[in-house]
Nanobody
Framework: QVQLEESGGGSVQAGGSLSLSCVAS????????MAWFRQAPGKDREFVAA???????????DSVKGRFTISRENAENTKKTLYLQMNSLKADDTALYYC?????????????WGQGTQVTVSS
């Protein structure tokens, strides 16, 4: 059973930072690309960032490039975790952020999704 659980969301003022995590409790997740998406109220879900299975390749949406950093922990005997470090946050970054796994690098489609974690940026 594939389980993706996000955490780390919250409220922050514009210009601030947040760090999101996604723990993947499923076998073989370390052999697949993973990604972050987000969905703002009244808008479609959009791609944010992706990372290859090895972590050696990353890809970002233009809107977050230079401000967000995606990374992952794949080491044996550790929790397989996907991260998103978000700096210089803007009000437009306000959205529900989703972790995704088992998909086509970089922008998908992805087969499995977490429940999401809310990020709210006040201006």
């Amino acid at each position: 059973q594939v389980q993706l659980e996000e955490s780390g969301g919250g409220s922050v003022q514009a210009g601030g930072s947040l760090s999101l995590s996604c723990v993947a409790s499923t076998p073989f997740v370390e052999t697949y690309a993973m990604a972050w998406f987000r969905q703002a109220p009244g808008k479609d879900r959009e791609f944010v960032a992706a990372i290859s299975w090895s972590g050696t390749s990353t890809y970002y949406a233009d809107s977050v490039k230079g401000r967000f950093t995606i990374s992952r922990e794949n080491a044996e005997n550790t929790k397989k975790t996907l991260y998103l470090q978000m700096n210089s946050l803007k009000a437009d970054d306000t959205a529900l952020y989703y972790c995704a796994a088992f998909g086509t690098y970089p922008t998908g489609p992805y087969d499995y999704w977490g429940q999401g974690t809310q990020v709210t940026v006040s201006s």
